[in-house]
């Protein structure tokens, strides 16, 4: 990367960083989730954003030349080749299923039936093999054929690809537009998990009332899949936080949040935090009865996004000293109103939740697809009148000292067929260096393993 | 039937279950249970209304009232069962396929007694206003989840207008994307953010208050 280019990235990075640290800040950061919005000012049908790379790729590029005044941006490839070669029934698909110009869509359902936990906790592969993959993927439907084997074939292929289509698009970015993205690596909350993609909201709901004990076992079970994925793709210089998206504890009581919900979250996460990762969560929902608990967290490990339902003022009141909050500006707003409202509610935030850097532009949980470019723009100027706070230059992107710290990981084993299994199945001697072949091995086993506890 | 209503109220499943089996064997009539279940359901929607409650336990209110009902119908004659409140027309705009939330209020309404016509997911407006027309119901209800549908809602009102049939049904937008502004932007007559909004909307409209 050019020196010049160097700077202004780590200046973007730097704030970013200590703005999630509660660490001095020369302006208000603006890593403001946009993916939504580029999608609709890129010119392109959201069909063609996740089949067409060059298309993602431009994008980015668009939107980065249109708004320079942004700090972080996510720039990666989602692609729906994906769901086509497995064919998901969790998804419909854009140009596909819908709409071409529609955001894939999740199907809920009660993929998982009422009697099944016991299966799921106790053989999390052979019940996603023998039962789940069948409901959820169509092409596997009849396990054992040729046309499933050849599915999974390709969707093992096509994982590296979308990964090196993902990664030149961000490496183009960084060094181009120096923009650094928001965060690295994702991890769910369990009880999400459970009722996402397993039970919905439905099935879950039942759940709590009539077999409690299950849901809480199977909510510690998924607890240790996630985290063992999750630290596998989290940043290894564990600057970047990594990125949860919190969907269903505003359907809960406080009882029920506190009993099914908060117990696995908080436990994952402050495994990561542990061991020096900091984390960007986004509250989904009305989560004003909870927001004592997310004052639990230590000071400047989490970035909160809020949504529109979450009171902004007193989430700030409860834990705004210790960790960053995003949001406060009303999605329907941004939509709907006018550049001047735009501007007031922007003052209000910075003069408030921000007034010493705390506080991240935000709608509930990112841009709105509807936003009128005069009211995005907007944000970005209010910024810059009332969210400089110093002249100097921004603070420098921190280094990690936790680099050495290791995750906290529970103990699973992350292989489908172990070393000892195979080398035994076949009477193999090794008279050569076990280890060498043992270490691959054990490698392709871990994203196997992988691949089948997080497939969707 | 106190304990009846009280154990709908606290949302003990078994309990209610295994009163209203002892009732039907004692020779109770179905009609009495069946209020007495109404009343225990209302209480249920007054605590999510005052905050005491939150939406799986609303929801949950509904599955009891489901498994209480399985052991009512053979008692209840043909009339008895059916809904006699009135009729809403309820559907997911196009261009959104989600319908957790709609079938939400859909199990809410039938508990409280009102038919209600499901028109699904991803419904263009011609079918709201054709059903509207049809059915003579006088609530049409507009469900979404995603922020992108508001110019939909508008379309389906709009379409009513053209269609002469603005005047004859009440029109109510619900979803947590919904606010007055969304309101006045598509013209519906109200918004909820909770599914035991709806049922009080149609209780107004249709004069059960």
Redesign the interface.
């Known amino acids: 990367m050019e020196e010049s280019k160097q700077k202004l990235y780590n200046e973007r990075l730097g704030r970013y960083l200590a703005a999630i640290k509660r660490k001095p800040i020369d302006r208000i950061s603006t890593s403001i989730p946009v993916g939504s919005y580029a999608d609709a000012i890129s010119g392109y049908t959201i069909q063609e954003l996740m089949y067409d790379p060059q298309k993602a790729e431009d994008r980015a590029v668009k939107f980065l030349k249109r708004y320079p005044e942004i700090d972080t941006f996510s720039a990666g490839f989602s692609s729906a080749v994906d769901f086509d070669i497995l064919n998901s029934r969790l998804y ?1 698909i854009p140009g596909r299923d ?2 071409p110009n ?2 894939r ?4 359902q009660e993929w998982m039936k009422a009697d099944e936990y016991r299966r799921f906790i106790d053989d999390p592969i052979g019940f996603r093999m023998d039962i789940y993959f069948p409901r959820i993927l169509g092409e596997y439907e009849k396990r054992g054929s040729i046309r499933s084997y050849i599915a999974f074939l390709k969707a093992g292929m096509q994982q590296g690809i979308a990964r090196e289509q993902s990664r030149q698009i961000n490496t183009r970015i960084k060094n181009e537009f120096a923009i650094p993205p928001s965060s690295q690596g994702i991890i769910n909350a369990p009880f999400d998990t459970l009722t996402n993609l397993f039970r ?3 099935g ?3 759940d ?3 077999q409690p004990d299950l849901v809480i076992e199977a909510c510690e079970a998924i607890l240790k899949q996630n985290l063992a994925s999750c630290v596998a793709m989290a940043d290894p210089k564990k600057q970047l936080p990594v990125w949860i998206g919190a969907t269903r504890a505003g ?3 406080p009882k ?1 949040f506190e009993k099914f919900y908060w117990p696995t979250f908080y436990k994952g996460l402050m495994v990561l935090i542990e061991a020096g990762w900091t984390v960007r969560i986004f509250i989904e ?2 989560w004003n ?1 909870h927001l004592d608990h997310l004052a639990e967290f230590p000071k400047g490990t989490v970035l909160f996004d809020l ?3 979450t009171d902004i003022f007193t989430a700030h009141e409860k834990f705004g000293d210790k960790n960053a909050i995003s949001g406060g500006i ?4 941004l ?3 006018t550049p001047e409202e735009v501007r007031q509610r922007v003052k209000l935030l910075i003069e408030t939740v921000g007034k010493d850097g705390g506080w991240i532009p935000n709608s509930g949980g990112s841009i ?3 936003c009128k470019p005069e009211n995005f723009q907007a944000v970005l100027d209010a910024v810059k009148e009332f969210g400089v706070f110093h002249t100097g230059p921004a603070p420098k992107p921190e280094v990690s000292d936790m680099l050495d710290v290791k995750p906290q990981l529970p103990q699973i084993d992350r292989f489908i067929t172990s070393w000892e299994e195979v080398k035994e199945s076949n009477n193999w001697k090794i008279p050569g260096d076990e280890e060498l072949i043992k270490r691959n091995w054990e490698l392709f086993e871990r994203m196997a393993y992988s691949w089948v506890i997080s497939r969707r | 039937m106190k304990e009846l209503v009280a154990a709908i109220t606290n ?1 003990e ?1 078994e309990a209610a279950v295994a009163i209203v089996e002892k009732k039907l064997q004692a020779g109770v009539s179905a009609h009495d249970i069946l209020a007495a279940c109404n009343e225990g359901l209302i209480a249920v929607g007054d605590l999510f209304s005052e ?1 005491e ?5 609303l ?2 209110s509904g ?1 009891i009232m489901n498994s209480i009902m399985e052991k009512l119908t053979p008692y209840l004659s043909a009339g008895e069962t059916t809904a006699t409140k009135g009729k809403v027309v309820i559907g997911t705009v196009l ?6 939330g709609k ?1 939400i209020v859909i199990n809410l309404l039938k508990g409280h007694g009102y038919e209600v016509i499901d028109l699904g997911i ?1 419904v263009p407006a011609a079918e709201f206003v054709k059903a509207v027309k049809e059915t003579g119901a006088k609530v049409l209800g507009l469900s979404a989840l ?3 549908t ?2 939909e809602m508008k379309t389906v009102i709009d379409e009513l207008k053209k269609a002469g049939l603005r005047d004859k049904v009440k029109v109510i937008i619900g979803g ?2 919904c ?1 007055e ?2 309101r006045e ?1 598509t013209g519906a007559d109200d918004y909820a ?1 909770d599914a035991i909004k709806g049922v009080t909307f149609c209780n107004k409209v249709y004069g059960h208050e």
């Open positions: 419909r819908i709409d529609s955001i869509q999740f199907n809920e919905g909201l439905h879950i709901m039942r709590m009332f009539r359907f809960l009581s029920q929902g009305n009865v949504d529109n339902d009303p999605t329907d707003m939509i709907l109103g709105p697809a509807g | 949302l499943e905050g409650y939150f939406l799986t336990e929801m949950f599955e261009g959104d396929i989600h319908d957790v079938n991803d995603l922020n992108t508001y110019p947590a994307i606010s502004k969304v932007f953010t």
